[in-house]
């Protein structure tokens, strides 16, 4: 599959290493769950989730690298960039200090993800509508997941709903950045303007949180800087971790 | 990357070809599930005996000797706590791996042990057992799981040599036990075998990248299977002659192999990987027997092996704690989906589950006592013990027994105790690592090495 | 994405017969994960076609976009392709459109049943439950053992990503269900 040459440009290439970043970052939170969830069907479907997140990142990482044209592949936009250059939200960095965070945090960006996929499927561009497409597809799981312990946490126990409501308010100023303005390469086509999802994406998840029994906390204090390489200082904890057996040694293969 | 191009054949081809003639023989030999009601001990045993000669499968609604129940229990959810507990030495590499392509092999690989874990907890469920109770079980110490997860996987050569060493040790000692009698264990087996061997194709390919790059990364290739080889060769179990195999274990065909044939059958098969891995075998003995026709080998050091099984291991107490801290962090979302369970109405007995289809069925899985069920098949027979379930309360237990331990109510009498008024004869206090005793090795195949802690049941 | 290339072999054979030849032996290769299915039987095989220079192409597509077997399958099809005799094969991934369940053939869902695997609910079956969920269109598989339709959902997710562990309540036993998607 290889795409028409004149839809793209530099600006394609950011607005894909954007989703890609997004995704990967996403999926080694994810899977830092292994043997840690409470349970063990929770287990699987965490590390179901992360391997689907993975997959997205490492189609759209290689696709972001032939379209910069200097022969970086998946694996060396991954492993061999510094935190600067790295495009990806400060949502998908923060540490998943519980159960309850991880839920939030697959809650919004799922709902974001499944709204922007599905936009994107209608590209221009045919091999980021191809991805696009086979992503919403598996975001919608990812969602439906989040949806289930959404209801069960905050309205479950006390305690349950007491680290919910934590976990939505600690979570929910780092949503904004997910809709900045700024309109995506013309190869993205309209679907695809983070700013119009705002509002369906406020829709979907305020219901979610009033059927859980959670408040929507107010919009406020509005964290950014991902999207131009400022992130967390959590971040850098997770690319020393995540980069090192490769940057120990350069050029192998492995 | 070019996964896999030009690594030759594996030579467990064989292997699969054996699984393959298990499920044949599956295949050919079910009927539809039995649909006898519950038969008394005469005529269940009788049964039983002919299904066992006739090389037949016995199914959960099948009578069978209360030995038997307890003795599958045990080893089905000792290979279920190995399924788990085995994901912690390989999930120590996820965060760090290399690539991206081998972070999602990996984490697809956590993933099947996971599910191969909940397919095993749900086979042992069958018998009449809850998850609840054999996971206290294994946080206790109680249950065991395979020593070799009780090793540190220190470099990301690790996670390939575990792969290709003691996954494939597994899989020579799983496909030996396909044909085991219990038919939801054997059909278990047959799968697990058949995705186990694409794990144990990629850990292969892992190293063998390694042996085709530097310096440093076939040091850490040879270093990894240095560390690897023998608690390898361990999982295997005691040698033949400290090990009984008695009359019973045979005849009820859940053993087929001894320790020592897999064993050598495991060496032989390596021997050839290794030549094109281009690693030494840490074994200077280690020397192909014409006359045996097979390799001659040192086994390993059984003393040890003793030690981390009796949690003298380098990690042991690191694994347990790891497993407890997930399992008591959890409590509480766990505690909240059984309250919205019950808020919601949904219950173990709607017809349909819920969204979260686990979260459904928590109420039954938080902490209920277990209840002993005995029951009367018919008229004039005495109540026999059936099994145990967990309930919350006499009059769940009841209802539960009834789905659980007969298929249509009619005249058929059923009694539960809580298990905590049950005062039992102390259990046999012998060495059970290398003498168990004879009524009791059949519970030992050879997969699980270990030795059974207090009867439970 | 680009297909990974993977170009094998010494020249052989070229142009229609050998895409004949490299077709009947590509469909032949399992999938890893789901081995009582070829390639070609779960859909993962989209095209065998050659090429005006001699070249082979072979496509395939992912089940999912993170399936760690893809690598395993493409290897598979290289070598399969290489002892058909095939002097340049291409293997090229494509996205879209996306892979679903409903190109399961009849006689596939026939060899997953046989094998105790589940397969997808047909969206017309009439004995499928639905179940109460946020997600439409999931229903409940038939004991693929008994065929009872008292089943019930252990795990939504499974062992490997495209399935998800159910039991029956009628035999008990535990069973894959490969996901409609």
């Known amino acids: 599959m290889t795409a028409p040459m004149t839809t793209t440009?530099?600006?394609?290439?950011?607005?894909?290493?954007?989703?890609?970043?997004d995704a990967l970052v996403a999926a080694q939170r994810v899977a830092g769950w292994c043997t840690r969830a409470p349970q063990f069907e929770e287990d699987v479907a965490l590390a179901n989730i992360a391997l689907d997140l993975l997959g997205q990142a490492r189609a759209l990482l290689t696709y972001a690298g032939e379209l910069e044209g200097l022969g970086r592949d998946e694996d060396a936009l991954a492993f061999g960039r510094d935190e600067h250059e790295f495009r990806n939200v400060q949502l998908v960095e923060l540490p998943d200090d519980d159960f309850a965070t991880a839920i939030a945090k697959m809650l919004f960006f799922g709902v974001y993800q499944r709204l922007l996929y599905t936009g994107l499927s209608r590209a221009a561009d045919p091999t980021l509508a191809g991805i696009a497409a086979k992503a919403a597809k598996e975001t919608a799981y990812h969602v439906d997941h989040a949806v289930s312990w959404t209801l069960r946490l905050g309205d479950g126990t006390a305690e349950s709903h007491r680290r919910m409501q934590a976990a939505v308010d600690h979570v929910w100023p780092y949503t904004h950045e997910l809709f900045e303005p700024g309109p995506p390469p013309a190869a993205a086509g309209p679907g695809a303007d983070p700013a119009a999802l705002r509002g369906p994406w406020c829709r979907e998840v305020e219901q979610v949180l009033a059927e859980a029994t959670l408040r929507r906390p107010e919009d406020g204090w509005a964290p950014t800087g991902g999207r131009s390489g400022v992130h967390t200082e959590a971040f850098g904890h997770l690319l020393a971790e995540m980069q090192y057996v490769y940057r120990a040694h350069p050029g192998a293969r492995w | 990357?070019?996964?896999?191009?030009?690594?030759?054949?594996?030579?467990?081809?064989?292997?699969?070809?054996?699984?393959?003639?298990?499920?044949?023989?599956?295949?050919?030999?079910?009927?539809?599930?039995?649909?006898?009601?519950?038969?008394?001990?005469?005529?269940?045993?009788?049964?039983?005996?002919?299904?066992?000669?006739?090389?037949g499968k016995i199914e959960p609604r099948d009578w069978m000797p209360d030995g038997y129940r307890r003795s599958l229990i045990r080893q089905i959810a000792q290979h279920a706590h190995s399924e788990i507990m085995g994901m912690q030495p390989e999930t120590n590499w996820i965060s760090r791996a290399p690539s991206l392509a081998r972070k999602a092999i990996l984490i697809a690989k956590v993933q099947d042990e996971a599910g191969h874990g909940l397919y095993l907890y749900s086979v042992a469920e069958s018998l009449g057992v809850s998850r609840e109770w054999m996971l206290d079980e294994l946080h206790a110490g109680r249950q065991k799981y395979l020593s070799f997860i009780n090793y540190p996987t220190l470099t990301w050569a690790d996670v390939g040599a575990l792969a290709w060493l003691t996954d494939g040790a597994a899989v020579v000692n799983q496909v030996s036990l396909c044909r085991t009698s219990y038919g939801p264990y054997a059909r278990a087996l047959v799968r697990i075998c058949k995705e186990e061997s694409f794990h144990h194709r990629q850990g292969f390919d892992l190293l063998y990248a390694l042996s085709r790059g530097t310096p440093e990364q076939r040091a850490m290739l040879q270093a990894a299977v240095d560390r690897w080889w023998y608690p390898a060769l361990a999982m295997f179990g005691p040698p033949d002659h400290m090990s009984t195999h008695s009359a019973q274990s045979l005849a009820w065909r859940i053993k087929r192999a001894t320790n020592d044939e897999l064993r050598q059958r495991f060496v032989d098969i390596c021997v050839p990987q290794a030549r094109v891995l281009g690693v030494t075998l840490p074994d200077p003995a280690l020397r192909w027997n014409a006359e045996r026709g097979h390799h001659d080998f040192t086994p390993p050091d059984f003393e040890e092996l003793k030690r981390v099984v009796a949690g003298n291991g380098p990690c042991n107490r690191q694994r347990l704690a790891h497993r407890r801290r997930a399992h008591e962090d959890g409590a509480w979302v766990r505690e909240a989906a059984a309250a919205y369970a019950a808020k919601h109405g949904e219950s173990r007995e709607a017809a349909e589950p819920a969204p979260a289809g686990e979260a459904a069925r928590a109420p039954e899985r938080t902490d209920w006592p277990l209840w002993e069920v005995f029951v009367r098949p018919r008229r004039g027979l005495a109540h026999s013990h059936a099994g145990g379930l967990h309930a919350p309360d006499a009059a769940m237990a009841l209802r539960n027994a009834r789905d659980l331990y007969t298929r249509r109510g009619e005249g058929v009498s059923i009694w539960v105790l809580p298990a905590a008024g049950i005062t039992a004869s102390s259990p046999d206090e012998k060495d059970a690592f290398f003498d168990p005793a004879g009524d009791k090795v059949y519970r030992h195949p050879s997969f699980f090495e270990l030795p059974e802690g207090v009867e439970h049941l | 994405m680009t297909a990974p290339r993977t170009v094998v072999g010494d020249t052989v054979v070229r142009g229609q017969a050998a895409a004949e030849r490299v077709r009947s032996a590509v469909a032949a290769v399992r999938d890893p994960e789901i081995r009582v299915l070829t390639i070609e039987e779960l859909g993962i095989l989209r095209d065998v076609s050659a090429e005006d220079d001699g070249r082979v192409v072979v496509t395939i597509t992912p089940t999912f976009l993170g399936c760690p077997a893809m690598d395993v399958i493409r290897a598979d099809v290289a070598a399969a392709a290489r002892d058909a005799g095939c002097a340049e094969v291409e293997i090229v991934t494509v996205l879209s459109p996306p892979w679903t369940t409903d190109w399961l053939s009849d006689a596939a869902r026939a060899k997953l049943a046989a094998a105790g695997i589940a397969p997808p609910v047909r969206r017309d079956d009439p004995g499928g439950r639905t179940l109460p969920l946020l997600m439409p269109a999931l229903r409940a598989p038939r004991c693929p053992r008994c065929g009872s339709a008292a089943t019930a959902e252990i795990a939504r997710a499974g062992s490997t990503a495209c399935k998800a562990l159910w039991r029956c309540d009628a035999c008990r036993q535990p069973f894959d269900h490969v996901k409609d998607h």
């Open chain 2, 1 to 55: 990357m070019e996964l896999l191009d030009g690594v030759p054949p594996l030579g467990t081809e064989e292997l699969l070809a054996e699984v393959d003639a298990a499920e044949r023989e599956l295949a050919a030999g079910e009927g539809p599930p039995a649909g006898t009601a519950p038969a008394g001990d005469e005529e269940g045993a009788a049964r039983f005996e002919a299904l066992i000669a006739a090389d």
């Open chain 1, 9 to 21: 440009g530099p600006d394609l290439r950011d607005y894909v290493l954007r989703l890609g970043d």
